[in-house]
């Protein structure tokens, strides 16, 4: 199937520091999204890549769309409290769905 | 900004009591979404809906489960006798159309079976 790998499962960082995690399939996608989620909340979109190779960049966050269009990665840079929470990978193929990694939890320390 | 909403916001039902979980998707869209999330866990595909039917729909959702677009307006899932393992987050999410893959959830519904 259309299994996602992420990893890491979790993370657990000081404030200020840089922060990488990803993505890994055996399917290829056409679209990697990245989302991250707060508690109690539903998954906000930060960044879609569309095309292999890509990178993409939203403020402190960069990800990219990996050559084989089967990995992607997201890394946060200077971390600060509020980068708490869920971060997830989504990929798309030629249909209309997504499909979900199993998520990635951060937690930044003052 | 327009948003996909969903109510309510938190229902405690019976086990074996059936459940309906309304989403309003953004207005133009027209791709529509179930997804489950049990509590920790990861973000689970139930069900993708277009053009008035169901297009694509998991393992997870079996005979229970059921989607409607009654109204044009509403987007709906069903479970019919609800179980234990029932219990979860149900995000519904939209995309305007093919072309366009950025999809917009709804702040969820935690249903709590009991």
């Known amino acids: 199937g259309q299994q996602l790998n992420q990893s890491p499962q979790s993370m657990f960082i000081q404030e200020g520091e840089d922060v990488s995690m990803n993505c890994t399939s055996s399917?290829?996608?056409?679209?990697w999204l990245w989302y991250k989620q707060d508690p109690g909340e539903g998954p906000v979109l930060l960044i879609a890549?569309?095309?292999?190779?890509e990178l993409t960049s939203n403020g402190r966050l960069t990800a990219q769309f990996g050559i084989t269009r089967k990995d992607s990665f997201l890394n946060i840079s200077a971390s600060i409290p509020s980068d708490v929470g869920i971060y997830f990978c989504a990929g798309r193929i030629n249909n209309n769905d997504m499909r979900f990694g199993a998520g990635t939890r951060l937690t930044v320390k003052p | 900004e327009p948003e996909v909403t969903q109510t309510p916001s938190h229902q405690v039902t019976q086990m074996g009591q059936e459940v309906i979980l309304r989403c309003v998707p953004i207005?133009?869209?027209?791709?529509f979404y179930w997804y489950r999330q049990i509590l920790g866990q990861k973000v689970e595909f139930l069900v993708s809906f277009y053009n008035n039917e169901i297009s694509e729909k998991s393992e997870i959702f079996d005979d229970q489960f059921s989607v409607e677009r009654p109204d044009g307006s509403n987007f709906t899932l069903k479970i019919r006798s609800t179980k234990l393992e029932d219990s979860a987050m149900y995000f519904c999410a939209s995309i305007q159309d093919r072309a366009n893959t950025e999809a917009f959830f709804g702040q969820g519904t935690r249903l709590t079976v009991v």
């Open positions: 399917s290829i996608f056409n679209t």
């Open positions: 207005s133009n869209h027209l791709y």
């Open positions: 890549l569309y095309k292999a190779g």
